[in-house]
């Protein structure tokens, strides 16, 4: 079954203490990303991958880090979490040798950092 | 950069009839697509229907419709036969073709919270 699979679904941390969140992907999609989503903001791309050792920022990098060693993983990183990063964060792939593709996305993983 | 907008925070609807949740959407290119992501309270994004903006046919999946007016850049899209499931958030999105240099990234309006009353 293809998918995107994150984890941990849900994670309680206190501020400093570094953390990652993972995701794989099974499709051997070429594109990668990482959004947040807030209350009355919708979601905002943290970064995206368009291959492996291939990164970029997107709209609100600040506070993230990421990889792309291997195709199928790109997790996220936040090396000193802060409350303002409590949020839901999503994970999604899409390959780019279709045009007429679609983004797959994983089930969201629950921050809450205190 | 491109913007999208949903106007309607929330919204509801009567079992068995039709809503319109209304998105518009600002952008300079000509190639680009739409579309609806539905979010149930499991927070998993479900894609609704996608259009794609060189085409003037409205996309359709079963109960659910867009009417897309590319000039006026608004892209709503209409449930008919609402239903109990039916009940969640709505995100519109967009993102750039191919021919705008392939950018993956979707833009997404802050969403549109559907109650669908029994």
């Known amino acids: 079954e293809a998918q995107v699979t994150q984890n941990p679904r849900y994670l309680i941390t206190v501020t400093g203490k570094k953390l990652t969140v993972t995701c794989s992907q099974n499709m051997n999609h070429e594109y990668m990303s990482w959004y947040r989503q807030d209350p009355g903001l919708g979601l905002r791309q943290i970064y995206y991958s368009m291959n492996v050792e291939v990164t970029d920022k997107g709209d609100v990098p600040e506070g993230y880090k990421v990889s792309r060693k291997e195709k199928r993983n790109f997790p996220l990183i936040l090396e000193s979490p802060s409350p303002n990063q409590t949020s839901l964060y999503f994970c999604?792939?899409?390959?780019?040798?279709?045009?007429?593709?679609?983004?797959?996305f994983g089930a969201g993983t629950r921050l809450s950092v205190l | 950069a491109q913007t999208v907008t949903q106007s309607q925070p929330e919204m509801s609807v009567q079992e068995a009839e039709t809503v319109t949740l209304s998105c518009t959407y600002d952008?300079?290119?000509?190639?680009?697509?739409l579309f609806w992501y539905k979010q149930p309270p499991s927070r998993q994004m479900i894609l609704v229907i996608r259009q794609e903006a060189y085409k003037q046919q409205n996309a359709t999946e079963n109960r659910f419709s867009v009417n897309f007016q590319k000039a006026a850049k608004s892209f709503s899209l209409k449930i008919s036969d609402s239903q109990l499931g039916d009940a969640a958030m709505y995100f519109c999105a967009y993102r750039s073709g191919p021919a705008q240099g392939g950018s993956e990234k979707l833009v997404f309006g802050k969403g549109t919270k559907l109650t669908v009353n029994p």
């Open positions: 999604a792939s899409s390959s780019l040798r279709v045009s007429k593709n679609i983004q797959y």
């Open positions: 952008t300079s290119e000509s190639d680009y697509y």
